[in-house]
């Protein structure tokens, strides 16, 4: 058995932005206890909340990276189940730093700690999640003179309400199939759709019951696979729109009423529009791999469009510099000013809602002039040396006719009729790739062209 506080089992599962790994391999409540204490003195916080997902071992963890704080001298604030942005809203709210034990998307075997400070700031390995993991591997934290309290308090309803004042639905009644996943939007969704009463929406719940092995599908909707349950229904009900949450229920995906999945670019193209109606002139963060729609049309309505990293700690980055007032991924994650600049799956689909019920017409009418360009998604390739292929990508389209390259992330490729991006992962030896075309010849000649040259390093 793997010792969890080893310095190179702490080195494989301090993420970017977060700990994940597999439970109890690499993840168990002795380390959760340890990075409590650790969290604490490195932060220096005197109150903490925490909360969790469903996942069996959630709970556990969750206590005893209380137990952890409490000894380093810091009083916890228990919020229980929850989503992660739920956790955001509790510590925006509160005024407190968190922790937040969650997978998020990843299979049942996993367990992880997403954590902030107050306001939920994000905590990544640039911003102290390195100093976490060193002073968990050092286990050296001191026991305070006086040990902090915990206390249990229930943020659901506040929750839920807070949302609702940020987009309000009004307009036309809808229906609605929302597939929780088994995840966290089977907690949350009741509690925020409920507020707006069968009069506005009828709600058709799909896998509601949380279950931390997912015995449906993974509850991972950028994955196409695990949208056709949702798809299939939308169509069977007659649907207006379908609504698929990750794990943690901080990503949200949409389907129209066809059964066609909407990409998360568009979504962002909508909200945008809308937050520039209320904010003229407002700044909006998309990250290079979103499509050159939204800059585009944040440009047309007034607004102005920055280009940043794709990583949510980037993105909120970028979000307080340039106080932006919302910022959209590729994955489906979406970031709210008025959020405390944190990502929310169920306040993107209020958005959604709402604009929809605005409208007699169906979603697919509605995002017509937000889908302008044909994508590829995402493709990732297993190869053994990512930085020559990326350099081999380099050099064959240097003396491109027309062309322009950065490096901001990866590799980007720029022309007036496509674009590409080629990424390393920074955990797995893949390359991942995303392509744009004017059309779906110009997006597959220029995917089809990449790929053979990743692929040839097979």
């Not at 089992?9 to 700990?19: E, Q, R, S």
């Not at 056709?228 to 939308?234: A, T």
């Not at 992962?425 to 893949?430: C, D, G, V």
Request: proline share 4%; charged share 20%; with cysteine.
């Amino acid at each position: 058995m793997v010792d969890t506080l080893d310095p190179a089992n702490l080195g494989a599962i301090f993420k970017a932005y977060d700990v994940r790994g597999l439970v109890p391999e690499q993840l168990d409540e002795r380390l959760a206890r340890a990075t409590g204490r650790a969290y604490v003195q490195v932060v220096g916080a005197t109150t903490v909340v925490v909360g969790h997902d469903m996942r069996p071992s959630s709970p556990g963890m969750a206590g005893a990276f209380a137990d952890g704080a409490t000894e380093a001298g810091a009083d916890v604030v228990l919020i229980g189940l929850a989503s992660t942005d739920q956790l955001y809203f509790a510590s925006g709210h509160l005024g407190h730093p968190g922790a937040m034990f969650t997978a998020s998307h990843n299979p049942a075997q996993y367990n992880g700690i997403k954590m902030c400070r107050a306001n939920a700031v994000p905590i990544g390995m640039e911003t102290g999640l390195a100093e976490i993991r060193d002073a968990v591997a050092a286990d050296a934290t001191p026991a305070a003179a006086h040990q902090g309290t915990i206390t249990h308090h229930d943020v659901l309803e506040a929750y839920a309400a807070h949302l609702l004042t940020l987009a309000p639905v009004t307009g036309r009644r809808l229906k609605v199939v929302v597939d929780a996943g088994n995840g966290m939007a089977g907690y949350t969704a009741p509690a925020v759709f409920g507020r707006l009463g069968e009069d506005r929406v009828e709600i058709v719940p799909m896998y509601f019951e949380l279950d931390g092995t997912f015995p449906h599908h993974e509850a991972n909707p950028i994955e196409p696979a695990n949208l056709v349950d949702l798809q299939q229904r939308v169509v069977a009900e007659g649907a207006d729109i379908g609504l698929a949450f990750d794990g943690d229920a901080d990503r949200c995906f949409l389907v129209d009423e066809a059964g066609r999945a909407v990409s998360p670019s568009t979504l962002t193209a909508l909200i945008a529009a809308r937050e520039l109606a209320k904010e003229p002139g407002g700044t909006v963060i998309h990250n290079l791999i979103t499509s050159r729609a939204v800059p585009e049309l944040v440009t047309e309505l007034g607004g102005t469009p920055v280009r940043t990293r794709v990583g949510h700690s980037y993105i909120k980055a970028t979000m307080a510099e340039t106080n932006a007032i919302f910022g959209g991924e590729h994955s489906g994650h979406f970031y709210f000013r008025d959020f405390w600049r944190a990502d929310s799956g169920m306040l993107a689909a209020l958005h959604a809602l709402a604009a929809l019920a605005e409208t007699e017409g169906t979603l697919s009418e509605l995002l017509g002039d937000y889908e302008r360009y044909v994508v590829s998604g995402e493709i990732n390739s297993t190869v053994t040396d990512q930085a020559a292929v990326t350099a081999e990508i380099a050099a064959t389209y240097a003396d491109h006719d027309s062309v322009t390259t950065d490096t901001l992330d990866g590799l980007t490729v720029t022309h007036a009729d496509w674009w590409f991006n080629v990424r390393p992962s920074n955990t797995e030896p893949l390359l991942r790739l995303n392509a744009e075309g004017r059309d779906l010849a110009t997006m597959t000649r220029v995917r089809d062209a990449v790929l053979t040259i990743i692929r040839s390093d097979r």
